[in-house]
Nanobody, 124 residues
Framework: QLQLVESGGGLVQPGGSLKLSCTAS????????IAWFRQAPGKAREGVSV????????RYAASVKGRFAISRDNTKNTVHLQMNNLNPEDTGVYLC?????????????????WGQGTQVTVSS
């Protein structure tokens, strides 16, 4: 059974930082490209970042580039999203998804495996 579990969300003040984790079970994460998405009430789901199965290639949404960093530790079956300089527009449920490919566009994850999400709230 393929399973992804997100953790690390919470409440943070503007300008603060959070580090999210996505941990896989039931499969070997090193064979999968991983993406982070987020969704807030009244907004469409948007892709945040993608990392290739090897970790050698990454992509970021323009709104987070320079503030967020995606990384992976395949020995621990875990992908991280370090989020710095957070602002209220970053608020939402953050979800990770996996596809058994080296790399992919955000749309490629529609048929992949998804976690349940972790809530990130940026507010003063």
């Amino acid at each position: 059974q393929l399973q992804l579990v997100e953790s690390g969300g919470g409440l943070v003040q503007p300008g603060g930082s959070l580090k999210l984790s996505c941990t896989a079970s039931g499969f070997t994460l090193s064979n999968y490209a991983i993406a982070w998405f987020r969704q807030a009430p009244g907004k469409a789901r948007e892709g945040v970042s993608v990392i290739s199965s090897s970790g050698s290639h990454t992509r970021y949404a323009a709104s987070v580039k320079g503030r967020f960093a995606i990384s992976r530790d395949n020995t621990k079956n875990t992908v991280h999203l370090q989020m710095n300089n957070l602002n209220p527009e970053d608020t939402g449920v953050y979800l990770c998804a996996a596809v058994r490919d080296y790399y992919g566009y955000y749309s490629d994850f529609d048929g992949g495996s998804w976690g349940q999400g972790t809530q990130v709230t940026v507010s003063s």
